[in-house]
């Protein structure tokens, strides 16, 4: 029999073209992907609940009800209808809605039983809103919530899972060695698969998951560990001649001793013929730039191109200034390459790159991808979100790179964290401000005194200062935008008639965003309305004032940074925290934001109060090719997975053996995976 896990979609009965099309959208073009399409919750029936116990817990629930109602129809417009039914789960009655759903609603008759799943309020009686209607007569207790698109529903995915395991069952050979699953007590993969998927308890769920967390980890770090080692066996851009104290002479301002010490870390591991691997870890305000400017000017000077990454594009733009500024009246060619550019800049910019004459580019993590050629690259600098530059550093060496990677991150990572994902990274740390600093006074107020800081916020306008309001979206997606612009349109005709007012967003183009921020810089827009993509970066001497709206919702690294947009200048800051959460919890964490203005300080009171699986908030970092694994919420298991490929390498460095085909194989796709990053 032929494994048929590697196989096209398109093997499984069932799908065809159409089909096929809607799961490459969810990433999955093969059986074995699909297999890996885990599911992102479940609907554990096995534990039913009643209305008065769980109404506004804010959590789906399933509900065990019989109908007392059959639904009535109401069309409140054109292309909404509305069914009601009344139903009772044996104590009490809810008032249950469906919207639109005419086929599910016909099939509901009173007296019938069914359950029900999903979130009770109460509002004068309980309400469900949109529930899932689930048949009572259905078996499996505890069923699979998949990703889906359009045209594809959670329920058409797990049919096709459940065909894809049938067929797959003889393939899923463990790839973990048993004495190694023995030592760290992991299941064996076929029943982590079949137990992700259709759980018998919800227990065994989490068993499955870290089995799988486990593998994933486990093949990244052996990979990871092949590139480390490529690299070190790598020469690095030698740079003869240092070069820094030159540019440093030409600075407006004197660097700090930390700045110097860095400065010069850097410039003794360019020049030592290795591949420099260092991290660069500084609060917001202590001058990373700066550093980063000097190590590309002496990059440059000795015959060596930079590039440096940014987050996003907006922030590549301030990059850009920054550098342009820090290098005037040098020699160097700078260019900035996002998506805005326009394609004759474009083309231009690529032919100065590949024939050398560009020496520093700056733009988003775009700039290394494969096709864009450069000369003699000889360092890349990565900001912020990129803390895993390691990857892209093996990306490059891949590809016959060997450029130094110079990472720098304002967020402080726990030295074990950093060792596992950097391996053996050097470290180098700004852990002083430049003089003249002023701390941000910082304060929590509920919403009732909104408007008292919506003044208190207008006097500083008065007074020729500008101000940021951050918006907590969890997403960037069409309802939490609207939310924001919905907030932005009160403001601006309400709370701040007759000033000037700008909103950014993460959906914005380029252009606009750009066209906004350099309003803002230019003092052209007083208050900036935003989201959290000003988080790192934005530099405006003349913001005194940010107040950020549901407080509780980020990480306090993360309040840290976007604090630090304020205050950049010689002037006091100030910063408001409107939060009502309740929780004690919150009011913790928000007192530690409040009480200093040390970003390490505050690190390690948010690892203290919520434990490392929270610690850098929300945020994605795309280029992590994980399906299940996150770096930050299993770091337990990042160190002992890592221990695991280590014990296995030391019996079999290139995994040679018959038992280790399975992992070596898995290996070299996930370093296929780096190569075409
Ligand atoms: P971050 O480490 O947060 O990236 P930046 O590099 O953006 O900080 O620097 C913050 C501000 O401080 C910039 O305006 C920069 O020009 C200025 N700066 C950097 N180093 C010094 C210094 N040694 N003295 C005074 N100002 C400095
Ligand atoms: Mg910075």
Same mark, same amino acid.
């Given at each position: 029999m032929d494994n048929i896990i590697g196989n096209d979609i398109t093997y499984l009965h069932g799908v065809g073209p159409k089909k096929a099309a809607?799961?490459?959208?969810?990433?999955?073009?093969?059986?074995?992907?699909?297999?890996?399409?885990?599911?992102r919750s479940y609907i554990d029936l096995t534990n039913k609940s009643t209305f008065a116990k769980t109404a506004d817990d804010g959590a789906k629930h399933a509900y065990s009800v019989i109908i007392l109602t059959d639904p009535s129809k109401s069309i409140i417009r054109k292309n909404l209808t509305l069914f009601k039914f009344r139903v009772t789960d044996g104590q009490d009655?809810?008032?249950?809605?469906?919207?639109?759903?005419?086929?599910?609603?016909?099939? /509901?008759?009173?007296? =019938?039983?069914? !359950?029900?799943?999903?979130?009770?309020?109460?509002? &004068?009686?309980? @309400?469900?809103?949109?529930?899932?209607?689930?048949?009572?007569?259905?078996?499996?207790?505890?069923?699979?919530?998949?990703?889906?698109?359009?045209?594809?529903?959670?329920?058409a995915v797990e049919r096709l899972v459940r065909s894809a395991l049938t067929e797959c069952r003889p393939f899923l050979?463990?790839?973990?060695?048993?004495?190694?699953?023995?030592?760290?007590?992991?299941?064996?993969?076929?029943?982590?698969?079949?137990?992700?998927?259709?759980?018998?308890?919800?227990?065994?769920?989490?068993?499955?998951?870290?089995? /799988?967390?486990?593998? =994933?980890?486990? !093949?990244?770090?052996?990979?990871?560990?092949?590139? &480390?080692?490529? @690299?070190?066996?790598?020469?690095?851009?030698?740079?003869?001649?240092?070069?820094t104290p030159e540019i440093i002479s030409r600075f407006s301002f004197e660097l700090t001793n930390a700045q110097k010490r860095a400065v010069k870390q850097i410039s003794d591991d360019m020049s030592s013929g290795k591949c420099m691997n260092r991290l660069l870890q500084g609060d917001v305000g202590s001058g990373k730039t700066a550093v980063a400017v000097a190590a590309a000017y002496n990059a440059a000077k000795n015959g060596f191109q930079t590039a440096l990454m940014a987050p996003t594009e907006l922030l590549a733009v301030q990059h850009y200034n920054t550098v342009?500024?820090?290098?005037?009246?040098?020699?160097?060619?700078?260019?900035?390459?996002?998506?805005g550019t326009t394609e004759a800049n474009r083309r231009r910019i690529y032919a100065g790159l590949a024939d050398g004459s560009t020496?520093?580019?700056?733009g988003t993590h775009a700039l290394i991808s494969k096709g864009v050629e450069f000369n003699n690259l000889g360092l890349v600098i990565t900001d912020e979100q990129h803390r895993f530059g390691v990857a892209q550093r093996g990306a490059l060496a891949a590809r016959g790179h060997s450029a130094h990677l110079l990472a720098m991150s304002a967020t402080p990572i726990p030295r074990t964290l950093a060792l596992t994902v950097y391996g053996d990274l050097d470290l180098s740390v700004l852990d002083e401000l430049p003089e003249g600093r002023q701390k941000v006074e910082t304060y929590r107020i509920d919403s009732s005194k909104r408007i008292r800081a919506f003044n208190y916020i207008k006097k500083h306008l008065d007074e020729g200062g500008q101000g940021y309001i951050v918006c907590a979206l969890v997403e960037e997606n069409d309802s939490q935008l609207l939310a924001a612009t919905e907030y932005f349109e009160r403001l601006r005709e309400k709370y701040f008639a007759g000033y000037s007012l700008g909103l950014l967003h993460g959906r914005m183009r380029?252009?606009?965003?750009?066209?906004?921020?350099?309003?803002?810089?230019?003092?052209?827009?007083?208050?900036?309305?935003?989201?959290?993509?000003?988080?790192?970066?934005?530099?405006?001497?003349?913001?005194?004032?940010?107040?950020?709206?549901?407080?509780?919702?980020?990480?306090?690294?993360?309040?840290?940074?976007?604090?630090?947009?304020?205050?950049?200048?010689?002037?006091?800051?100030?910063?408001?925290?409107?939060?009502?959460?309740?929780?004690?919890?919150?009011t913790k964490r928000l007192n530690a934001v409040c009480r200093t203005n040390d970003g390490f300080e505050i690190a390690a009171e948010d690892l203290k109060l919520r434990g490392p699986g929270d610690f850098f908030g929300v945020h994605q970092h795309g280029f992590l090719p994980f399906s299940i694994a996150d770096i930050e919420r299993d770091i337990k298991t990042v160190e002992l997975s890592h221990e695991a490929a280590e014990l296995l390498l030391s019996e079999d460095p290139a995994l040679i053996r018959s038992e280790h085909r399975g992992m070596r194989d898995a290996v070299e796709r996930a370093m296929k995976r780096f190569e075409s990053a």
């Open positions: 809607l799961l490459n959208r969810l990433g999955v073009y093969t059986v074995g992907d699909l297999l890996r399409l885990y599911p009655d809810a008032l249950a809605t469906i919207y639109n759903d005419r086929y599910t609603a016909m099939k /509901l008759h009173r007296g =019938e039983s069914c !359950i029900l799943y999903g979130r009770v309020q109460y509002k &004068k009686g309980f @309400i469900m809103q949109s529930p899932q209607i689930i048949d009572a007569g259905d078996a499996s207790q505890i069923r699979p919530v998949y990703p889906q698109t359009a045209g594809l529903s959670s329920k050979t463990d790839i973990i060695p048993l004495r190694i699953r023995m030592e760290y007590g992991l299941c064996s993969y076929q029943s982590a698969i079949e137990e992700i998927h259709f759980p018998k308890a919800m227990q065994s769920v989490a068993k499955a998951s870290n089995r /799988l967390i486990f593998e =994933e980890l486990m !093949i990244w770090q052996i990979a990871m560990g092949a590139l &480390k080692t490529r @690299i070190k066996t790598e020469t690095g851009a030698v740079c003869r001649q240092d070069f342009a500024g820090l290098l005037e009246k040098t020699d160097i060619s700078l260019e900035l390459l996002t998506g020496d520093i580019v700056v380029p252009a606009q965003k750009e066209q906004v921020m350099s309003d803002f810089a230019a003092g052209k827009i007083q208050l900036l309305i935003s989201t959290t993509v000003i988080e790192v970066g934005m530099d405006v001497p003349d913001a005194v004032i940010m107040m950020i709206e549901n407080a509780e919702r980020f990480g306090l690294s993360q309040l840290h940074q976007l604090r630090g947009r304020v205050g950049r200048g010689t002037r006091k800051s100030t910063c408001i925290l409107v939060s009502d959460s309740r929780s004690e919890l919150t």
